[in-house]
């Protein structure tokens, strides 16, 4: 999976709000879709169309966002940054395997 990660991801960076930041590594961002597909409204950007402001985030294992802060932040490699509104753990043999989460880009006045 981190082959995957790695050759075909964003490069991101996460902080916990308080000064640790992560190396920046590779995950997927993109715009969280609905199940009835109505896009009649948005705007496109670099990962995909967005229209609510969530976006599917799955990275790998070695970087846990479940045990985050609420004051963490995602930051993509444009600088955009994202707040985690649910995360879980996926395993594959009681392993994680990988982490996916909502997240919801803010701007710097929101933070």
Request: with cysteine; charged share 25%; proline share 5%.
């Amino acid at each position: 999976m981190n082959v995957c990660f790695e050759k075909f991801g964003s490069s991101v960076r996460l902080t916990d709000g308080a000064g640790w930041y992560s190396p920046v590594y590779k995950a997927f961002l993109q715009p969280l879709r609905y199940k009835n597909k109505m896009y009649l409204e948005g705007t496109y950007t670099p990962i995909g169309r967005d229209s609510t402001g969530l976006y599917l985030y799955i990275g790998p294992a070695s970087h846990n966002v479940t045990r985050l802060p609420e004051t963490a932040r995602i930051t993509d490699g444009d600088g955009r940054k994202y707040v985690i509104q649910r995360a879980e753990e996926v395993k594959l043999s009681d392993k994680p395997f990988y982490y996916w989460a909502v997240v919801k880009e803010v701007s710097e006045v929101n933070l």
